[in-house]
């Protein structure tokens, strides 16, 4: 007899297909409903137990932006055959680390970065074979003074095309394409459509570069519209983050 499911799982399904549902009809209201983008589910803070019920229902692709919490999530969890896309800000140093488990890295914006990404992922492929890292440049769309978007992250859109050159001439690297985030206080439609000008010139220059991560739980459609190929949605599927001591 089947266990019947409990009330967060239950609650998760709502909230997942309340999204997927929010995906197909902005993909359709953009012409495209026969290449959805990729949900990763932005998993931070939230319990495995958790990511474990979204495996259940579905969910392939998850996303974690802290490299102690990813790594320990991911050995509880690596009987689930999940995807890990590391999100956040990361350290050169935490690169080794981060090679264990991500499948792919949304946030990389400087050399140093690149060049301790290649070097941990050749050390790991010829300890454990593992396939080549996806590697997606982080877009810094905020011109504005000061720090308004320096918390952000990000490389400068002139800073893009060396970048993906050297992703591109790393062993054990693949150059995905590019990701941002839409800018507080300003419009996510133009912070989108300028992100899918800056990937329309690193594609010329590197026809395999397609990807775009854009849009979060808030600006999802105005991502779709402008071409995104992953979304990272957190807090509308897995609702407010836990309370952290």
Not at 48 to 67: F, H, K, P, W
Request: aromatic letters at 2%; proline letters at 4%.
């Amino acid at each position: 007899m089947t266990e019947a499911p409990d009330a967060r799982s239950l609650e998760l399904a709502h909230r997942l297909a309340a999204v997927q549902q929010r995906i197909a009809t902005a993909a359709g209201a953009a012409g495209r409903e026969g290449s959805l983008p990729v949900l990763i589910v932005v998993t931070k803070f939230h319990p495995a137990e958790d990511i474990r019920r979204l495996a259940v229902l579905g969910v392939t692709d998850v996303g974690e932006n802290r490299d102690q919490e990813a790594s320990a999530k991911a050995r509880e969890l690596a009987d689930c055959g999940l995807t890990w896309h590391f999100v956040g800000q990361l350290q050169s140093k935490k690169a080794k680390s981060v090679l264990r488990y991500a499948a792919a890295v949304h946030s990389v914006d400087r050399p140093q970065l690149v060049d301790a990404l290649a070097k941990a992922a050749q050390a790991e492929r010829d300890m454990t074979g593992r396939a080549p890292l996806d590697c997606f440049i982080q877009v810094n769309l905020d011109d504005r003074a000061g720090d308004a978007g320096a918390h952000r992250g990000g490389a400068v859109p002139d800073d893009v095309l060396p970048l993906a050159e050297r992703i591109a001439t790393a062993a054990g690297l693949e150059l995905a394409g590019v990701m941002a985030v839409a800018p507080l206080g300003t419009r996510p439609e133009a912070a989108f459509e300028r992100l899918a000008r800056v990937s329309a010139r690193l594609v010329a220059e590197h026809p395999g570069g397609t990807a775009i991560s854009a849009g979060m739980s808030q600006d999802l459609e105005a991502a779709i519209a402008h071409g995104a190929t992953h979304l990272r949605i957190g807090s509308d599927i897995l609702g407010s983050r836990p309370a952290v001591g």
